[in-house]
Structure formats: structure tokens, C-alpha cells
């Protein structure tokens, strides 16, 4: 019975939800608790912040069910090689620096 409310991956297979709901809650609380005051000292309106937040949400959400659920191989193991995880790193740190830029916009203009 337990089986029934996990989602299903693309063969059927329940899949472990919290990886896909820790990512789609995170996306919701940066987008609407953040989002919104860094658009409106901008010059954005409420509503068209949003919409626009909104928007960029729904994408994040796609993107983690589709990486998060439905490709994931529950029956193979997920290991990342030592290179793997060194430019995930590196990834991590170029999006971090990227985001504090666009968060120090609005005190810039």
C-alpha cells in the first residue's frame, strides 16, 4: 500500500520522494520569500514579480522531477567519481558567486 503513493520513475519503479520534494520546497521558499523583494527594489510590481516567480519555480520543479524521479535507476547505486564530484564543486561555487551577484543588484543600481 505504501508503494502506491511513492512516484513512479519511467519503468514503473517507486522511487525515494525526498531527494525531488527537498529541492521543489527549496526552490519555493528562495523564489517567494526572496524573490520577490529583490524584483520589487528592482521596479517590478507584486504580481509581476510573482508571475515571473512563479514561472521560474514550475521550470525548477520540472527539472528536478525529471532528473529526480523519473530517470532515476532506484536498483543502481549512485556513485560519483572523485572528478565528478570535484566539478559538481566547481559548478556549485560558479552558481554561488553568480547568485550573490544577482542578489547585490539591486544595492548597485
Do not use: C
Not at 23 to 52: K, N, R
Not at 57 to 65: E, G, S
Amino acid at each position: 500500500m505504501a508503494d502506491m503513493r511513492r512516484p513512479r520513475n519511467r519503468e514503473g519503479t517507486p522511487v525515494d520522494p525526498v531527494p525531488f520534494l527537498v529541492v521543489s520546497l527549496t526552490a519555493f521558499l528562495i523564489t517567494h520569500a526572496w524573490g520577490p523583494l529583490y524584483l520589487l527594489a528592482l521596479g517590478f510590481t507584486t504580481a509581476e514579480s510573482l508571475v515571473a516567480l512563479t514561472a521560474l519555480l514550475v521550470v525548477v520543479v520540472a527539472v528536478a522531477y525529471y532528473r529526480l524521479v523519473w530517470l532515476v535507476d532506484p536498483e543502481k547505486p549512485r556513485v560519483a567519481s572523485a572528478d565528478q564530484r570535484l566539478s559538481y564543486l566547481f559548478y556549485a561555487i560558479v552558481i554561488g558567486f553568480v547568485l550573490l551577484a544577482l542578489l547585490a543588484a539591486p544595492f548597485l543600481v
